[in-house]
């Protein structure tokens, strides 16, 4: 695939305190992506993701624009929807590299962080019955369930 470039502009994060210690955690993606420019060589799309979970703890959103470089052949490969998650390839690489981003802003508002591989899925349920809720406490949620698989 084309070089692909991602600029960030927005990062948000809410930490919506309910009071609530639940045992899982299901993350749902909003996205958009709208075309800004096409040149012969490079195209721009905004795009904003927003993710939000259930029950209700935190909601985050991102937002910037990607730059694909390359010609019509590479934006075609980019913007091909990707055959097992029905999601075009360009949004996969947006996600890669906003993930950081997301986890980080999760760890400093102490909330559960999205899954890097959320965008392969629709939603994601993340088992959270050891109570954890920062970062840490869901990496060794991680490991425990991995350790019992």
Known sequence: MAPIRVNLNKLEGI????????????FDVDVSMDEENRTNDELTINFRLVI?????????EV??????????????A?????????????LHV?????????????????????PPDLIHSPTEIRNMESGATGPEGQIAAEQEAQQTT
């Open 15 to 26: 930490r919506i305190d309910t009071g609530v210690n639940p045992s899982a955690v299901t």
């Open 52 to 60: 939000s979970t259930k029950p209700s703890l935190a909601k985050f």
């Open 63 to 76: 937002g910037g624009k990607a730059f694909i470089t390359g010609g019509r052949a590479a934006f075609d």
């Open 78 to 90: 980019a913007l091909d929807m990707d055959e097992e998650t029905s999601v075009p390839k360009v």
């Open 94 to 114: 947006i996600y890669q590299q906003v993930f950081t981003s997301l986890y980080l802003l999760a760890s400093q508002i102490e909330t559960p962080y999205p």
